[in-house]
C-alpha cells in the first residue's frame, strides 16, 4: 500500500546549519506530497507542497522537489534559526483516498 | 475565518467513561477526519467523512463512533474509553477527498488522557 518513510530523529542543529529531513515514498499512480510542521502544542500546518513530478515546493526558506524517479521529496533549509524548532511530517495523498503520515522528525535548533 | 476548531483542548476520563470530542469547520469544506496522535507513530486516521451524510471507517476505528452533524461539524465520541486510547485528537479538512492536490487543514487538537 501507498506509505511514507521519513528520517527518524530527533536532529539536533546550531543555528544557522543546514537542514535535510529525508523522505521516501511508496505509491501507485501519482500522489501529491507535503511536508507539515507541528509547532509545541499546536495543530500541524502545511509547509509545502508539490502535486507532480519535478516540482518544487518552498517556503518560509524551506524546500523540497518531488523526484520520481528516487521516490523521494527530502526536505531542506539553508540556515536554520531556533524558531525553526519543531515537528515536521511528510505525507502524501494519493488520488481518492486518504494522507498518509511519516512517523515525524523532531528538529531542535540550538542557538 | 477560524478555520478548524475543537473542544475540547485537554480531558482526564477515567476507564469506562464516555466522551464526545467536537469539531467545526468554516471553510465550506466537503471532507473532514479524525486522527489520532502516538509518540513515534506519526498520525493515524480514525474515521472520516467524505461528505455530509457519510462516513467511514479510517486505519483504526475500534472503540470509537462518529457523527457527521452537517457539512461544518464531525463529532468523534469514545463509548467507553481505555487506557489504550490516551492521546492527542486532531480533526482535519480538506476541499474534496477525490482531489489530491488539495491539502488537509488540521484543529488544535485534543489531549486525551484516559485512568
Known amino acids: 500500500g501507498d506509505s511514507v518513510t521519513q528520517m527518524e530523529g530527533p536532529v539536533t542543529l546550531s543555528e544557522e546549519a543546514f537542514l535535510t529531513i529525508n523522505c521516501t515514498y511508496t505509491?501507485?499512480?501519482?500522489?501529491?506530497l507535503f511536508w507539515y510542521v507541528q509547532y509545541p502544542g499546536e495543530g500541524l500546518q502545511l509547509l509545502l507542497k508539490a502535486t507532480k513530478a519535478d516540482d518544487k515546493g518552498s517556503n518560509k526558506g524551506f524546500e523540497a522537489t518531488y523526484r520520481k524517479e528516487t521516490t523521494s521529496f527530502h526536505l531542506e533549509k539553508g540556515s536554520v534559526q531556533v524558531s525553526d524548532s519543531a515537528v515536521y511530517f511528510c505525507?502524501?495523498?494519493?488520488?481518492?483516498?486518504?494522507?498518509?503520515f511519516g512517523a515525524g522528525t523532531r528538529l531542535t535548533v540550538k542557538p | 475565518n477560524a478555520g478548524v476548531t475543537q473542544t475540547p483542548k485537554f480531558q482526564v476520563l477515567k476507564t469506562g467513561q464516555s466522551m464526545t470530542l467536537q469539531c467545526a469547520q468554516d471553510?465550506?469544506?466537503?471532507?473532514m477526519y479524525w486522527y489520532r496522535q502516538d509518540p513515534g507513530m506519526g498520525l493515524r486516521l480514525i474515521y472520516y467523512s467524505a461528505s455530509e451524510g457519510t462516513t467511514d471507517k479510517g486505519e483504526v476505528p475500534n472503540g470509537y463512533n462518529v457523527s457527521r452533524l452537517n457539512k461544518r461539524e464531525f463529532s468523534l465520541r469514545l463509548e467507553s474509553a481505555a487506557p489504550s486510547q490516551t492521546s492527542v485528537y486532531f480533526c482535519?479538512?480538506?476541499?474534496?477527498?477525490?482531489?489530491?492536490?488539495?491539502?488537509?487543514?488540521f484543529g488544535p487538537g485534543t489531549r486525551l488522557t484516559v485512568l
Open positions: 505509491a501507485t499512480g501519482y500522489p501529491s
Open positions: 471553510m465550506n469544506h466537503n471532507s
Open positions: 482535519a479538512s480538506t476541499t474534496n477527498r477525490e482531489s489530491a492536490v488539495n491539502e488537509q487543514f
Open positions: 505525507a502524501l495523498r494519493p488520488y481518492n483516498n486518504d494522507m498518509r
